[in-house]
T-cell receptor
Framework: DTGVSQDPRHKITKRGQNVTFRCDPI?????LYWYRQTLGQGPEFLTY????????KSRLLSDRFSAERPKGSFSTLEIQRTEQGDSAMYLC????????????FGPGTRLTVT | AQSVSQHNHHVILSEAASLELGCNYS??????LFWYVQYPGQHLQLLLK??????LVKGIKGFEAEFIKSKFSFNLRKPSVQWSDTAEYFC????????????FGQGTTLQVKP
């Protein structure tokens, strides 16, 4: 399968702990997006990269959240000092820039903060 | 702020019934429009998209959508639903020439009874 992959698929953590998620986009895609989805809602944009540059961050992304894409390939999303309100599905998507903006989504990482 | 509104949160239909899911967006400029679908246990996948040209677009699995600029709407239709169409449907927009980040509606859960 050469689609977008995310790891882990599920994460349970205690409040106050740090967590890190990984996303591997489709190999030739230079844009990578992170979204967050809570129950009963559509995905909300968090941040995106073009190659290794982080070009936009949502106001939803507090300073406890940081994302990287060090070599323009995979990306990590870290949440420090997790809170119960961080419990959600974290989705990664990738696309080609300057094309049809069609984004391909990964399966997501479901985070539960206890 | 840009937003997307899906009028129906939960729709229940019998097989062979016709489907129309409403989607309205708020943005004054040119937009690209999408419908994504999430089947149970699967990740988000693109159903259809509109960028320009014929406002009636056809997607996979017999779905179509009509862009009505004057009404800021992009409603999804299917003449005859099947049990396998049971899924969650999301409308999304992105301003043309922008970062490509998607703004999603809250989703509509479609349940098709056999």
């Amino acid at each position: 399968d050469t689609g977008v992959s995310q790891d882990p698929r599920h994460k349970i953590t205690k409040r106050g702990q740090n967590v890190t998620f990984r996303c591997d986009p489709i190999s030739e895609h230079n844009r990578l997006y992170w979204y967050r989805q809570t129950l009963g809602q559509g995905p909300e944009f968090l941040t995106y990269f073009q190659n290794e540059a982080q070009l936009e961050k949502s106001r939803l992304l507090s300073d406890r959240f940081s994302a990287e894409r060090p070599k323009g390939s995979f990306s990590t999303l870290e949440i420090q000092r997790t809170e119960q309100g961080d419990s959600a599905m974290y989705l990664c998507a990738s696309s080609l820039a300057y094309s049809s903006y069609e984004q391909y989504f990964g399966p997501g990482t479901r985070l539960t903060v206890t | 702020a840009q937003s997307v509104s899906q009028h129906n949160h939960h729709v229940i239909l019998s097989e062979a019934a016709s489907l129309e899911l409403g989607c309205n967006y708020s943005y004054g400029g040119t937009v690209n429009l999408f419908w994504y679908v999430q089947y149970p246990g699967q990740h988000l996948q693109l159903l259809l998209k509109y960028f320009s040209g014929d406002p009636l677009v056809k997607g996979i699995k017999g779905f179509e959508a009509e862009f009505i600029k004057s009404k800021f709407s992009f409603n999804l239709r299917k003449p005859s639903v099947q049990w396998s169409d049971t899924a969650e449907y999301f409308c999304a927009v992105t301003p043309s020439g922008n970062t490509g980040k998607l703004i999603f509606g809250q989703g509509t859960t479609l349940q098709v009874k056999p």
